[in-house]
């Protein structure tokens, strides 16, 4: 079992950054493959990025692709979300899942652990 409690969040203009934090409790990080999903008003939630603990495999989706960057602190078993050069359709709850290893999973429905999500607002 793991609990997963994502924070950094907030209102940024367009342009600006935010780094996202999903903080592992119960198991360490090193134990799943760890993702990122976003969920907008209206919208199915979709991927983001995905990887596994040492971030020697990682997966963005092609929206975000060359603005986000997945990290770790193996101190904290934390993982961040770096997300640069921000656009208005970012705007969404971000989650943070836990998943098993073996792959990079894509699809939500191969994570078992969730975590309470954290808005994230780009004004234009």
């Known amino acids: 079992q793991v609990q997963l409690v994502e924070s950094g969040g907030g209102f940024v203009q367009a342009g600006g950054s935010l780094r996202l934090s999903c903080a592992a409790s119960?198991?360490?990080?090193?134990?799943?493959?760890v993702g990122w999903f976003r969920q907008a008003p209206g919208k199915e939630r979709e991927f983001v990025a995905a990887?596994?603990?040492?971030?020697?495999?990682?997966n963005y989706a092609d929206s975000v692709k060359g603005r986000f960057t997945m990290s770790r602190d193996n101190a904290k078993n934390t993982k961040y979300l770096q997300m640069n050069s921000l656009k208005p359709e970012d705007t969404a709850v971000y989650y943070c899942?836990?998943?098993?290893?073996?792959?990079?999973?894509?699809?939500?429905?191969?994570?078992?652990?969730w975590g309470q999500g954290t808005q994230v607002t780009v004004s234009s």
């Open positions: 990887s596994n603990w040492s971030g020697s495999d990682t």
């Open positions: 119960g198991r360490t990080f090193s134990s799943y493959v």
């Open positions: 899942a836990a998943g098993p290893r073996g792959g990079i999973w894509r699809s939500d429905g191969a994570y078992d652990y």
